[in-house]
């Protein structure tokens, strides 16, 4: 059973400070730039060190070793590359199942990238995930959510989930702000993509939408805008899915 | 030509500009990164476009009896007798991998091109119409390109094609292009000093099939000059401007292309370069099709990220691929501004070719968002209709997008300039709401933002990072 994160817990704090800090130009600035603003909080910024550290060949022959460890991974899964993601994707698929939605998102600093794969591609295999993608580009690796983890419903995202956050407990987090923590570190946390479309991105846009309409009435514009959302069913101390908060609440 | 037709008879041999490289105990975490392992052996030959092959050192060993030419059975016998071994099990064991290596030229037949040592066909002092040959920028076999310099001393490229199944027309149709486009669209591509069909050749594959002069093009291919921009801009949002501007540029510039009645045929971000002022400069005209020429119509390729969905359509159903029209284009070159804004491809293609086709007829992009750009929905929904699966749902042209582009960056176009600082200060001060955030003119936020951004880039902080571009809105 997952626990509640406290206000303070590193991703609803990190969270906080992105919806705050992009209130304070919500006046100046349209729904598509905050939105933009929003979903890059918390990225590491593309420099010219970063881009020559995290060249796009590194990260391929760092998934490449560490994934030499696991012989199942190339039985189980079919592998994909390109420019944004690598991704494996479950061999076996039932006809029927739900589409996996549920989304686990692993997010170490880009220095413990290559220290959390065995990790990742172990628990993968252990629970049977249907699919997960690691950043593929420099810009992949520098993005709080470089890799995510998709499930077909709630029980199993959580059990992985917690696995996950048990284990990485020695890591230094980057975490992705606008997402459920798991644990206490903040290096896991979990969304649930709507139809259509991703978690963050819709809950960005949500969010976005009401910073933008708070700062035209003028005031308190980050607490005008959380009061829009929470009046959405949106949870704005824990940034859950909605009917993952309610399960945490009770 | 006659000579041996079975394969005991056929008498090969290892070019000697083949190399056999074998990993050491010193280098072997080096050799492993690149998937060489200890026993094993990488077979390649520079200036090759075939990648290398990996052997094991058995193999390796026996391929070192064709120093001299001789027949399989030859080397077999002499290798054993080396080495010791079965011949008839060393021949089964051996004879797959000498054949993929005869496919890849790396094990040539006596007597062919193939088997000769890769030679420049050019040498410095050589002339080329008004061009003298400096030096060799590249030389692999099916073709050079050389530096050079003009009788007034301006700097020139040389390029030298061999004739394969399509070398000669490929310059001669580059030939063409050029021509009409120093008619009708002056700076747009390399001007076209001289061009030397060679009407000599016969029928080895590695004859020269004609030699190009051409101006000298300053630049970078596309995509390396939008990941440049990326990489180097001390903001996020200063990058993302001039991405648009480059993207603009690059669709005039195949508006123009479009308009003197070529169409390129090649788009891919190595043929079209980009300069340190942004001018965009299209190159490699040698699939060009060339209105009221008997360049008309041009030998198609389907591959890749720009190939677009009706080709695509063509080649999974096998039937021949069709012409390129100015429409089929229009989305290759949305397909190339795609990877401008946002450093990656359009759509993420299978390796398999038949998948990756169908997803080129079926799959819709994500959204800039989700590739790792700022949104821009007036610029998204430009891309969108040039990159419709229907042509018919398309711009009538490319000059159509491409105003429609402009007019997309017109209406997103933000603010702010500002210059680097190393910044010394505790972050704690540049939050949001503070006396610094309440005083700060736009001028200084500008310099604010930059300095943050250099010290994000500088220790990886996410919260600099962060600051950074709120500041830059500022």
């Known amino acids: ?250 | 030509m006659t000579g041996p037709t079975s394969v005991a008879e056929r008498r090969y041999v290892l070019p000697a500009d083949v190399e056999l490289l074998a990993p050491t105990e010193k280098d072997a975490e080096a050799f492993a990164d690149i998937g060489l392992r200890a026993g094993e052996v990488a077979v390649l030959r520079p200036g090759s476009r075939e990648r290398p092959r990996v052997v094991p050192a058995e193999a390796a060993a026996l391929l070192e009896c064709f120093r001299r030419p001789c027949t399989v059975t030859d080397a077999v016998l002499a290798h054993c007798a080396q080495w010791g071994g079965d011949p008839v099990s060393t021949l089964e064991e051996a004879f797959p991998v000498l054949v993929a290596l005869s496919r890849a030229e790396l094990l040539a037949l006596d007597g062919t091109g193939a088997a000769q040592a890769l030679a420049p066909r050019l040498q410095p002092g050589d002339r080329v119409g008004s061009v003298t040959i400096g030096e060799p920028l590249r030389v692999v076999r099916d073709g050079e390109v050389w530096r050079g310099r003009t009788g007034l001393g301006e700097r020139a490229a040389v390029k030298v094609v061999v004739a394969g199944a399509t070398g000669r027309g490929l310059l001669a149709r580059e030939a063409a292009a050029l021509g009409r486009l120093a008619e009708r669209a002056a700076g747009l591509a390399p001007a076209l000093l001289g061009f030397e069909p060679d009407t000599t050749a016969g029928d080895d594959r590695y004859d020269v099939s004609g030699t190009l002069a051409l101006s000298w093009v300053d630049g970078r291919p596309v995509d390396s000059a939008a990941h440049r921009m990326a990489a180097t801009k001390a903001l996020p949002l200063a990058h993302e401007d001039e991405a648009r501007d480059l993207a603009v540029g690059v669709a005039d510039a195949y508006s123009r292309l479009h308009e003197s009645g070529v169409v390129h045929g090649d788009v891919h971000p190595g043929n079209v370069l980009v300069d340190a002022c942004g001018t965009v400069t299209l190159i490699d005209f040698g699939l060009a099709r060339v209105d009221d020429t008997e360049f008309a119509d041009a030998p198609r390729t389907a591959g890749g990220e720009y190939v677009d969905p009706r080709t695509a359509a063509a080649a999974l159903s096998g039937g021949p691929l069709p012409q390129v029209t100015p429409v089929d284009e229009q989305y290759s070159v949305a397909a190339l501004i795609w990877r401008v804004l946002t450093c990656g491809p359009l759509l993420e293609l299978d390796p398999d070719r038949a998948t990756a086709m169908r997803q080129v007829c079926e799959e819709q992009p994500l959204s800039l968002l989700e590739c790792g750009a700022t949104t821009w929905p007036e610029g998204e929904r430009v891309l969108r209709r040039a990159l419709a699966k229907d042509p018919t749902d398309r711009y009538p042209s490319m000059r159509a997008m491409a105003d429609a582009l402009r007019s997309a960056v017109a209406e997103a176009r933000p603010r702010r300039t500002g210059t680097r600082e190393t910044p010394t200060c505790d972050l704690s001060r540049f939050e949001v709401g503070g006396p610094m955030w309440q005083r700060a003119t736009p001028a200084l936020s500008a310099d604010l933002a930059d300095a943050l951004f250099d010290l994000a880039t500088r220790t990886g902080d996410t919260d600099a990072a962060d600051l950074a571009r709120i500041w830059s809105l500022h």
């Open chain 1, 1 to 250: 059973m997952l626990t509640r994160p406290a206000p303070d817990d590193r991703l609803p704090r990190l969270t906080r400070t992105a919806v705050d800090r992009v209130a304070a130009v919500a006046g100046r600035a349209d729904v598509p730039v905050l939105a933009g603003l929003l979903y890059r909080s918390g990225s590491v910024a593309l420099g010219p060190r970063a881009a020559r550290v995290w060249a796009p060949t590194w990260i391929g022959h760092a998934i490449a070793r560490a994934s030499a460890d696991f012989p199942r991974l190339a039985t189980d899964f079919t592998a994909h590359s390109s420019g944004h993601w690598h991704s494996w994707n479950r061999v076996a698929r039932l006809d029927g199942q739900p589409v996996p939605r549920h989304k686990v998102y692993v997010s170490p600093l880009p220095e413990h990238l290559l220290e959390a794969l065995p990790t990742l591609f172990e628990t993968a295999l252990r629970r049977g995930v249907p699919g997960f993608k690691i950043g593929a580009s420099t810009e992949g690796v520098l993005r709080p959510d470089k890799i995510v983890l998709y499930l077909r419903d709630a029980a199993e995202a959580d059990a992985v989930a917690q696995d996950l956050a048990d284990a990485l407990t020695e890591l230094a987090p980057q975490g992705v702000p606008f997402t459920g923590q798991v644990g206490a570190s903040g290096i896991v946390s979990r969304g649930r993509d709507p139809e259509g479309t991703s978690w963050r991105a819709w809950l960005i846009d949500e969010v976005a939408s009401a910073l933008h309409a708070a700062a035209a009435e003028g005031g308190d514009v980050s607490g005008r805008a959380l009061e829009r959302l929470a009046a959405r069913d949106i949870d704005t101390a824990t940034w859950w899915p909605h009917d993952l908060a309610k399960e945490l609440a009770a």
